[in-house]
C-alpha cells in the first residue's frame, strides 16, 4: 500500500520535471529580452564603458542566448544562482534568507483558512434549508469580494488604525533579538522557551495570516457545502440512516471523510494563488519574506532575484497541484481502479 | 419540453444593477464628477468625508493629501477600472476561447500543445506573472490590458476546453460534419451556441477579476500612468496618511469590493440562468 502511494506521488512529481524545465527557459528568455543590462547593473554607476564591457564579457552576456541559458543551468544545478545587484551577494543566500517567513506565513494561512472553510462549509450544510443557509451564502460572496490585499488593507485599517491592537509592520518587535536557528520565528522561539519572543511574532504574523487565510476560506466554505450535499444523495448515507445512525455519526463518521475530497483538491490546485498572495501581503506587512524581496526586486530589476523568487513559486505550484492530482487519485476508490 | 416561466434571478438582478450603475458612472464621469480629478486645493488637504464632524459639503467624501477630490477620484477611478476590466475580460475571453475550441475540438496533438502551454501558464501564481509581464511591456493602461489577457486566457481555455469536448461528443455535431460542414463551420455554427452561456458566465467572473489586477497593479506603481485616476493608486497614496485620514482607504477600497461583489453576483446569477443543467459548482 506505502509502496503504491509512493509509486503515484512520485510519477506525478517526475511529470512536473519537463514542464518546469520549459518555465526555467521561459523566465530565462523573458529576463534576458527586458531592456535591462545585467552587467551595468552589478557594477557601480561610476564604473567605466571599459569595465562594463568586461563584466558583460565575464558573465557571458556577449554569447548566444541558448549558450548563457546552459551556463545558467550549469551553475543553478551546483547551488549558485548568480549575484543580486540590489545587495551585492550571493542570490542564493538573499533568497534563503527570507524564505522561512515565507513558509512560516504560508503554513499558518493555510491552517487558519482550512479550519475556518472546513467549520463554515459545515455549519453551512448544517443549515441548509433555512434562512441562514443564504446568509451564509452572501457572506462568502462578500469574502470572496475581498482579494487578500484589500483583506490585509481593511485589517490594517480595523486593527492597526482605528483600534490598534495588533502591530502592522515586520515579524517581531524592535529591540528583539532572536537566536536564529532554523529561522522560523515561532518555532525558534518555541525551542528556546522565550515565551515573549513568540508572543511578538505571533501578534506580528497575525494580521498577514489573517488577510491570506480568510481571503481563502470562502472558496473551501463552497466547495465543502456543495460537496456535502453531494454525499448525503449517495445511498450509503441512507443505509446509515436506516441503521439507526444519528446525524452526527453521519456526518463526521461517514460523510465528511468522502466529502473533504474536492476541499482537498482545491487547497492542492489553489495552493498557488495563496502563495502568490504573500508578495503583496507582505509588501503591506512590511513582512520580511520572499513576497517582499520580489517586490524590491522587480522595482530594481534585480534579475537574478526575480528568476530565483519566480522559480520557487512555480516550483512550489506544479509540486502542490501534482500532490493534489495524486491525493485525488489516492482518496477516491472510483479513479483509483482504472 | 415544459417550459416554466420564472422571475430573474436575485443575485442576477443585483448583481446587474449595481454593475450597470458602476458603468454608467465611468461612461458619464466628466458630467458626474464635481471637480477634475487632477485639481490640487492645497488649502483644503485630507479634508474628511461630509458626515464626520469637520466635513463639508464641497467635498462631499473629503479630499486626499494633495488636496484632490475623493468623490471626482473615485468615479474616474471607476472608468479606469471599467475600460481595463471590460477590454482585457474581452481580450482574454476571445483567445482562450479560441485555443479552448481548438483544443477541445480536434484533440489529439492540437490540444496536447495547448494544454501542456496552459499548464506552463498555471504554474505561475497570475499575481507574480502579471507583475512580471508588465516589468517587460512597460507601465501604461495598454500595457495593463495586455498583461491581464496574456494571464488571463487560460482561465476560459481550461473550462472552456472540457465543455468542448462534451458538446463535441453530442450527435448533432457528428451529423454536422456528415452532411458535410467544414471544421470551422461546425466550430462557429453548432459548437460555439452551446459553450455561449458557460462564456458569458466566465466573463462577468473576469471582469471582477481584471477589476482587482488592475487595482494591484496600480497599487504597486506597475500600473496605470500617474496622472490617470485609479483606485489601486488612491489606496496606495491614502496608506501613507491612513491614520489622519483614515476614510481616504476605506473609500477605495469600498469601490474595489462592491464592483467585484457586483461582477460575482451577475455572474453566479448568470450561471444559474443559462446553465439548464443547473450544475451547482464547477470551480471556475
Known sequence: ?338 | MRISFRLPDLSLLIGGSVAGLILLCALFAPWLAPYHPNDQELLYILAPPVWSADGSAEHLLGTDSLGRDTLSRLIYGARTAMTVAAAASFGAMILGAFFAHLAGYFGGWVDWIISRTVEVWLSFPPVVLSMLLIIGLGVGTDKVILAIVLVDWTRFCRVLRSEVQVVRGQDYVAFARLIGFSHARVIVKEILPATLPMLITLLSLQMGISVVVEAILSFVGMGVPSDVPAWGQMIADARIDMYDAPWGLALPIFAIFVTVLSFNLFGDGLRRTLDPRHTANRGA
Open chain 1, 1 to 338: 500500500m506505502i509502496k503504491a502511494v509512493i509509486r503515484v506521488i512520485g510519477r506525478r512529481l517526475m511529470a512536473i520535471v519537463p514542464v518546469f524545465a520549459i518555465v526555467t527557459i521561459l523566465v530565462f528568455g523573458a529576463l534576458r529580452i527586458l531592456p535591462v543590462d545585467p552587467a551595468q547593473m552589478s557594477l557601480p554607476p561610476s564604473a567605466t564603458i571599459q569595465q562594463v564591457e568586461e563584466k558583460r564579457e565575464q558573465m557571458g552576456l556577449n554569447k548566444p542566448i541558448w549558450e548563457q541559458y546552459a551556463i545558467w543551468f550549469k551553475r543553478a544545478v551546483a547551488g549558485d544562482l548568480g549575484e543580486s545587484a540590489q545587495y551585492r551577494m550571493p542570490t542564493s543566500s538573499v533568497v534563503f534568507e527570507r524564505l522561512p517567513a515565507t513558509i512560516e506565513l504560508v503554513i499558518c494561512s493555510l491552517i487558519l483558512a482550512v479550519f475556518v472553510g472546513t467549520v463554515g462549509g459545515i455549519l453551512l450544510f448544517s443549515a441548509r434549508g433555512t434562512p441562514f443557509e443564504s446568509v451564509g451564502m452572501t457572506l462568502t460572496s462578500a469574502v470572496m469580494a475581498l482579494p487578500d490585499f484589500l483583506l490585509a488593507l481593511l485589517f490594517i485599517l480595523l486593527f492597526g488604525v482605528l483600534l490598534p491592537i495588533f502591530p502592522v509592520n515586520g515579524r517581531l518587535d524592535p529591540g528583539l533579538q532572536v537566536p536564529a536557528q532554523t529561522g522560523f520565528l515561532l518555532l525558534d522561539s518555541l525551542l528556546t522557551g522565550d515565551i515573549g519572543i513568540f508572543a511578538s511574532a505571533l501578534r506580528h504574523i497575525a494580521l498577514p495570516v489573517m488577510a491570506l487565510g480568510l481571503a481563502f476560506s470562502p472558496t473551501i466554505v463552497r466547495v465543502l457545502h456543495s460537496s456535502l450535499i453531494n454525499t448525503y444523495q449517495q445511498s450509503y448515507i441512507r443505509q446509515a440512516r436506516l441503521r439507526g445512525l444519528s446525524d452526527r455519526e453521519i456526518l463526521f463518521g461517514q460523510a465528511l471523510k468522502n466529502a473533504i475530497l474536492p476541499v482537498v483538491i482545491l487547497v492542492g490546485t489553489q495552493f498557488g494563488s495563496l502563495f502568490g498572495g504573500t508578495l503583496l501581503v507582505e509588501m503591506i506587512f512590511s513582512f520580511p519574506g520572499l513576497g517582499n524581496l520580489m517586490v524590491k526586486a522587480m522595482q530594481t530589476a534585480d534579475l537574478s532575484v526575480i528568476m530565483a523568487i519566480a522559480l520557487i513559486y512555480c516550483a512550489t505550484t506544479l509540486i502542490f497541484n501534482s500532490l493534489a492530482d495524486a491525493a485525488a487519485y489516492l482518496l477516491n476508490p472510483k479513479l483509483r481502479t482504472g
